[in-house]
């Protein structure tokens, strides 16, 4: 995963410096801290996202303790 991709903040981001952005690539999407767009990058695979990003809006990831 190259650094060339067109990278957008989460629409889930606030105003608290906790955002993230994400990329979309041929073979992979990127995340990155909004504050550190030169430090490191995750790197996922498109169909792990899609799971996760799913989980996420389903409600499925909700921690019970």
């Known amino acids: 995963m190259g650094r060339d991709g067109v990278w957008r903040k ?4 606030g105003g608290e410096g906790n955002c993230v952005e994400v990329a979309g690539f041929a ?4 995340v990155r801290d909004t504050k ?3 430090g490191p990058a995750l790197s996922f695979d ?3 996202w899609a ?12 921690e019970r303790v």
């Open 10 to 13: 989460s629409s889930r981001s």
């Open 46 to 48: 498109p169909t792990a």
């Open 27 to 30: 073979d992979a999407v990127g």
């Open 51 to 62: 799971r996760f990003v799913g989980a996420v809006r389903g409600g499925r990831l909700n």
């Open 36 to 38: 550190d767009r030169q």
